[in-house]
């Protein structure tokens, strides 16, 4: 798995298989989103620790208003 020039980092690295699989959510427009939304955003969030919101137009507020859900900024 390692180059020739890269074999010095990966005696430090250790590779492995990552075992979950990214959620996708389709169907739900960021700018308006609703209490019950944010939750099922975050239980998303928290099971598969990695999602993806495809063919999003965010607006600067509507970006910022989705981070606030999740914590402080």
């Known amino acids: 798995m390692c180059k020739t020039y890269w ?19 389709e169907g739900l427009d960021l700018n308006q989103l609703n209490d019950q939304s944010i939750q099922d955003i975050h239980s998303a969030l928290l099971k598969h620790q990695v999602i993806f919101f495809r063919k999003q137009q965010l607006t600067a507020q509507s970006q910022v208003q989705l981070a606030k859900t999740f914590g402080t900024l």
């Not at 074999?7 to 959510?25: G, H, R, S």
């Open 7 to 25: 074999k010095w980092i990966c005696t430090f690295l250790k590779f492995e298989p990552i075992t979950y699989v990214p959620f996708d959510i």
